[in-house]
């Protein structure tokens, strides 16, 4: 459509169920009256392994997407509760929850003073579907329903048959396949922020570079040591960089949490990402007002590789799940709130309403016994043990766990299982190349809704790291991707979830707590967020 013609849809008769936002949210540091700030307005953050990218379409996990959130801005942003609020457009606009108009900022600007136009988020959408590129995060425009997302992925239709439109240099139009309504939440993910084009054409591999990125986000990449640190600095171009009290934010990777929480007890860190379990009740007599553990929309689960023996049996895997003693793991072994998960989707998820799973509805001796049997049918016994390979990342949190869950195997099933363990960009490719039998992996709800969690087990997901193929599970996720019916859809989830509770590609072992250690003189971190979403222009440091 030619720029500057009006957004069609106003002329419909339905204009009237069209929704715009009110302005004058902002995810920017809320300051009360007559507070006393710290002359100094510097931070330093934990995260638990370097980045693998910057790059938002490479993003993998939660060490890079802390950093991409301070680097570079989506449409929206959410707010200390995790509800969607303005980002780049400063309003929007739906018909049938099917097509949505977003108006931009006219003061939003990239890290260089360009101006961020809706052409942007057209060639970065374009950019993230590309089956030409080495996109991690594709998967999402799909999930989300962008119109043609998943044939362009496929290599059925080309780029610029993608749903999104730039109606004028601050008019964005995004079409989807089906109506979603809750497709505004998923717009703070950070596989759809948008990148500078003629940064990335100038640099390639090495556009994210300190000196050579550009964002449009409250902060800009000042400098970067691997496995060090990353350091970055206000963005004086963001739209709301008035608003912005951090000066400095280091972002400093740290695998093992006891090295994180010495530094951080010596006033070396202000805010780490987790701390050891075994240290919670000390820590909580020390420093009881700096220890946090609320329910987080994430679980920690196990999976199993669906592709090759001995896992490919579905008697063995179910086996391994139902002799987890998840109570143990998650009372003895973790120890700071953590609830054993029965289900992939964690209980605090928006409009979730799980039927009791058959595995609750059993002691853990019951259990076992199960288990045994149903090892014993796949062939497997005093005769011919079980061999397992159990792969996990770098964090001792992963090895105790992955040290209890195999001594409850050979314990019960008399299994042999060899402990594997990889720093995370070995991991990440031994996981994205299936070699391993079981392998530790957690998820972190991109937005909240079930779908966040049940869609990564669908045949063509990127992140069904099992490999796992079923059509009668294919059908219900499509199902409740259609189904505008609340009840209706929940009871699609439940059909996914028994299927997984039949075939057991995964086995979910806890709901996450978001436990990390935060410093008195620290305000503004949205603990609240089940997400955990942080943004450091967030936040601010009192005079201590």
């Known amino acids: 459509m030619p720029q500057g013609k009006s957004f069609p849809l106003l002329s419909y008769s339905v204009c009237a169920a069209l929704v715009a936002l009110s302005l004058g949210?902002?995810?920017?540091?809320?300051v009360p009256a007559g507070t006393q700030l710290a002359?100094?307005?510097?931070?330093?953050?934990?995260?638990?392994?370097?980045?693998?990218s910057l790059d938002p379409v490479k993003v993998i996990g939660l060490p890079e997407a802390q950093v991409a959130r301070d680097l570079f801005e989506g449409l929206v942003n959410q707010d200390a509760q995790g509800k969607s609020i303005p980002g780049v457009a400063e309003s929007w606009q739906n018909q049938n929850?099917?097509?949505y108009l977003f108006t931009l900022r006219k003061d939003a600007k990239w890290s260089n003073g360009d101006p961020v136009t809706a052409q942007d988020f057209v060639y970065s959408w374009q950019r993230l579907v590309d089956p030409k590129g080495l996109s991690s995060g594709g998967w999402f425009a799909g999930l989300a329903g962008i119109q043609n997302a998943d044939a362009i992925i496929a290599g059925k239709m080309p780029v610029d048959k993608l749903g999104v439109t730039a109606v004028s240099p601050t008019q964005l139009r995004v079409t989807l396949d089906k109506p979603v309504p809750y497709f505004v939440s998923l717009l703070a993910n950070f596989s759809l922020f948008p990148v500078h084009k003629a940064t990335v054409e100038k640099y390639g591999e090495d556009w994210t570079k300190p000196g050579n990125l550009v964002g449009n986000g409250a902060y800009v990449l000042k400098d970067?040591?691997?496995?060090?640190?990353?350091?970055?600095?206000?963005?004086?171009?963001?739209?709301?960089?008035?608003?912005?009290?951090?000066?400095?934010?280091?972002?400093?990777?740290i695998n093992k949490e006891s090295n994180a929480t010495k530094r951080y007890l010596a006033d070396d860190i202000d805010i780490t990402e987790s701390f050891p379990k075994d240290q919670y009740k000390k820590l909580m007599h020390d420093i009881p007002g700096q220890v946090y553990t609320p329910y987080q929309l994430g679980t920690y689960y196990y999976a199993f590789n669906t592709r090759r023996a001995p896992t490919d049996d579905a008697r063995v895997r179910l086996a391994l799940s139902m002799s987890i003693d998840r109570a143990v793991i998650s009372d003895k072994v973790l120890g700071t709130g953590e609830k054993p998960a029965w289900h992939f989707t964690p209980?605090?998820?928006?409009?979730?309403?799980?039927?009791?799973?058959?595995m609750q509805q059993y002691s853990q001796e019951e259990l076992n016994a199960q288990a045994k049997g149903l090892l014993a049918a796949a062939g497997y016994g005093p005769s011919k043990p079980l061999h397992l390979t159990l792969l996990y990342n770098t964090s001792e949190s992963h090895q105790k766990i992955a040290i209890a869950v195999a001594s409850m195997w050979k314990k019960t099933l008399g299994a042999d299982v060899k402990l594997v363990n990889q720093e995370w960009k070995t991991y990440i490719d031994s996981r994205n190349t299936g070699n391993f039998d079981v392998i530790r992996a957690s998820w972190v709800g991109d937005y909240n809704e079930a779908s966040t969690f049940l869609s990564l087990l669908t045949s063509t997901h990127n992140s069904n790291i099992s490999k796992f193929s079923n059509a009668d599970y294919d059908k219900a996720i499509a199902?409740?991707?259609?189904?505008?019916?609340?009840?209706?859809?929940?009871?699609?989830?439940?059909?996914?979830?028994?299927?997984?509770?039949?075939?057991?590609?995964?086995?979910?072992?806890?709901?996450?707590?978001?436990?990390?250690?935060?410093?008195?003189?620290?305000?503004?971190?949205?603990?609240?967020?089940?997400?955990?979403?942080?943004?450091?222009?967030?936040m601010y440091i009192l005079k201590h």
């Open 224 to 253: 970067r040591v691997v496995n060090e640190k990353l350091v970055l600095e206000p963005n004086p171009h963001y739209w709301d960089h008035a608003r912005t009290v951090l000066t400095k934010v280091t972002f400093v990777p």
């Open 39 to 52: 002359a100094k307005q510097e931070i330093v953050r934990h995260i638990k392994d370097e980045p693998a």
């Open 347 to 358: 209980d605090v998820t928006n409009g979730w309403k799980p039927v009791k799973s058959e």
């Open 479 to 538: 199902d409740a991707s259609r189904e505008t019916n609340d009840a209706q859809r929940n009871n699609d989830y439940n059909k996914a979830e028994q299927i997984i509770a039949e075939q057991a590609p995964i086995a979910p072992i806890y709901q996450y707590t978001n436990g990390r250690l935060i410093k008195p003189w620290v305000k503004g971190y949205p603990i609240e967020n089940p997400e955990d979403v942080a943004y450091s222009q967030e």
């Open 25 to 30: 949210q902002t995810n920017a540091a809320q």
């Open 97 to 99: 929850n099917q097509v």
